[in-house]
């Protein structure tokens, strides 16, 4: 799933998809920290601007569970 979301050669609706699956299996901080810094680079405004609205949401959401405390 990883290689996925990080394959700039898949549209932009895959790699979207991907990193949201990523998301749902509770994948390890250093893979959104890598995702984070991808958002410099990314020739894709549509999957940047997703990963940061992502990560931003993320950051503020309230810690209600267990998953969201570890996210």
């Known amino acids: 799933m990883i290689s996925l979301a990080g394959n ?3 549209r932009p609706e895959i790699r979207m998809a991907a990193i949201g699956l990523l998301f749902h299996s ?5 893979i959104w920290q890598k995702f984070a810094a991808m958002t410099w680079f990314e ?3 549509q999957v940047g601007t ?3 609205s992502l990560i931003h949401s993320l950051s503020n959401i309230e810690h209600s569970t267990p998953f969201h405390k570890e996210l």
């Not at 509770?26 to 250093?30: G, K, L, Y």
Request: aromatic share 8%.
């Open 50 to 52: 997703y990963i940061h």
């Open 8 to 10: 700039v050669a898949e």
């Open 43 to 45: 020739p894709s405004r």
């Open 26 to 30: 509770n994948a390890p901080v250093a």
